[in-house]
């Protein structure tokens, strides 16, 4: 057994409270929107049966090849740390039998993920993510209400230099005849292929596309689109998702090498990307239908549509408008029953209270106060049983002789959050 200080496992991170109440301001947001718009709160396990994300994400992607953290109860069943939400959340439709509700079924979560991957800044072991799902629905407007409401989100908290990539995967059979159109292309040109790419030719062809290495790109470039190949009714269904976008002001750029490391997706995939994050990285989220996942998983063919974003990444790529600063009604310096009694009391009147706890001297409960940014403070005398207050924004004092009236003056000065 090692006997050095111990420290959080690599690729994790604490969540301090200096960084608590960006988060919570964020998570705020989200929630306003997303219930503003009918998204309900969902919540899912933290592991799951190993075969829902080697049936939904698919078992030739890097999450299902190398990025899981799978391990086995005592039973000997195989499970998995959750590495997306998109999965699970069809699971628990399913399960539920959601089917019978009012479709859409409108889902939003907010939960930690888990991937082993190489660990930067931006990416971690465990992640957390806000995302939203709509199941039920084809039609195009889901898919532009969705893309809209990641794009309000991202904007009222202020990630900067946005900028949503659109493209259309088609459905199944569409993809299936352009893959194969795309690895004859692609073995027609493999000495010019990395040996990555090379390797994966037949098992993921698509990824070819988000190569960095100078051969594959010249040879990418020259390569048949997908886009260009839908069928009618996947043409049709990818112009009318993008007249919404036009309607609703929503700027895009359409991206025809557009590729999304999870199988599940068919018809319309998006990213969000920040200037404001390393290149690397630049992803704060992403999304897309995924029309055949239900089937995948056993249940009847379900459409669905849906995104997830990084809220470490969002939360790099914020400005400080969203470090709000955490808000202390009434400081209360002493540490008597007296003084006790009234911050219990003024709680419970519902203000925002914090007593002090450490033994400060009146001056140094002062400080404290103001680094607080307490706005008031109650000095209590125990012995002559008064409490002097002070306004700190005006300077203004006044004497109390009890709870009651401090309470009432701290009420008309309360900080409207
Ligand atoms: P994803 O693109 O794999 O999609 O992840 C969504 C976002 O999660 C990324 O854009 C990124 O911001 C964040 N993220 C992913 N991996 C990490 C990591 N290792 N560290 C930090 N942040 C990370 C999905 O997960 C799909 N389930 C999205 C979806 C929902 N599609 C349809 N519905």
Same mark, same amino acid.
């Given at each position: 057994m090692?006997?050095?200080?111990l420290?959080a ?10 960084q608590?109440p960006?988060?919570?301001a964020l ?19 933290t ?12 078992t030739?992607?890097?999450i ?5 953290f799978?391990?086995r109860?005592r @039973? &000997?069943?195989?499970?998995? =740390?959750?590495?997306? *939400? !998109? %999965?699970?959340?069809?699971r628990? $439709?399913l399960e ?11 889902l ?14 931006g990416?971690y ?10 199941i ?19 904007s009222?908290?202020?990630? @900067? &230099?946005l900028?949503?990539? =659109?493209g259309?995967? *088609? !459905? %199944?059979q569409?993809?299936?005849a $352009?893959r194969?159109?795309?690895?004859a ?12 790419v090379?390797?994966?030719i037949?098992l ?9 290495d ?14 260009d ?8 269904h ?7 976008? &036009? ?22 995939v ?7 994050l390393?290149?690397?990285q630049?992803a704060?989220?992403g999304?897309?239908?995924?029309d ?6 056993g249940?009847p ?26 808000i ?9 029953l007296t003084?006790f009694?009234l911050a219990a009391q003024?709680?419970?009147?519902g203000l ?16 404290q106060a103001?680094?607080?940014r307490?706005?008031c403070?109650a000095?209590?005398d ?9 306004d700190?924004e005006?300077?203004e ?7 009651a009236?401090?309470?009432?003056r701290a ?5 409207p959050?």
């Amino acid at each position: 057994m090692s006997t050095g200080k111990l420290q959080a496992a690599r690729g994790t991170q604490d969540v301090l409270p200096a960084q608590a109440p960006e988060r919570l301001a964020l998570e705020r947001v989200a929630r306003r929107v997303l219930e503003g718009a009918g998204y309900e709160r969902i919540e899912t396990p933290t592991f799951e049966a190993t075969d829902l994300f080697s049936r939904g994400v698919g078992t030739s992607t890097d999450i299902v090849q190398k990025e899981m953290f799978t391990f086995r109860d005592r @039973g &000997d069943r195989s499970l998995t =740390l959750r590495p997306e *939400g !998109t %999965a699970p959340v069809m699971r628990a $439709y399913l399960e539920h039998g959601m089917h019978k509700l009012p479709q859409p079924v409108k889902l939003w979560y907010w939960e930690s993920f888990f991937r082993d991957e190489r660990m930067q800044a931006g990416r971690y072991k465990q992640f957390w993510q806000v995302g939203a799902e709509a199941i039920g629905a084809s039609g195009p407007s889901v898919d532009a209400e969705l893309i809209t409401l990641l794009h309000a989100i991202l904007s009222e908290v202020g990630v @900067g &230099d946005l900028k949503v990539r =659109l493209g259309s995967l *088609g !459905t %199944a059979q569409t993809r299936a005849a $352009y893959r194969e159109r795309l690895v004859a292309y692609l073995r027609t040109h493999e000495e010019r292929l990395s040996a990555e790419v090379r390797e994966r030719i037949d098992l993921n062809p698509l990824r070819a596309f988000d190569a960095d290495d100078a051969g594959t790109r010249e040879v990418m470039a020259g390569a048949p689109l997908l886009l260009d190949e839908l069928d009618a009714g996947d043409a049709e269904h990818f112009a009318a998702v993008r007249a919404r976008l &036009d309607a609703a002001d929503v700027p895009y750029v359409i991206d025809p090498t557009l590729v999304r490391g999870l199988d599940y997706y068919t018809r319309t995939v998006f990213e969000v990307e920040s200037g404001a994050l390393a290149a690397a990285q630049a992803a704060v989220g992403g999304g897309g239908r995924y029309d055949g996942l239900a089937e995948q998983l056993g249940g009847p063919a379900t459409p669905g549509i849906g995104w997830a974003a990084g809220i470490e990444r969002i939360l790099i790529a914020a400005e400080p408008s969203l470090h709000p600063v955490a808000i202390c009604d009434l400081y209360v310096a002493g540490e008597g029953l007296t003084a006790f009694a009234l911050a219990a009391q003024a709680r419970k009147a519902g203000l925002a209270v914090q007593q002090e706890l450490a033994g400060r001297s009146a001056k140094g409960a002062l400080k404290q106060a103001a680094r607080l940014r307490a706005t008031c403070v109650a000095l209590v005398d125990e012995t002559a049983g008064t409490i002097e207050l002070r306004d700190t924004e005006s300077g203004e004092q006044t004497v109390a002789t009890d709870a009651a009236q401090v309470i009432a003056r701290a009420l008309k000065g309360r900080h409207p959050g």
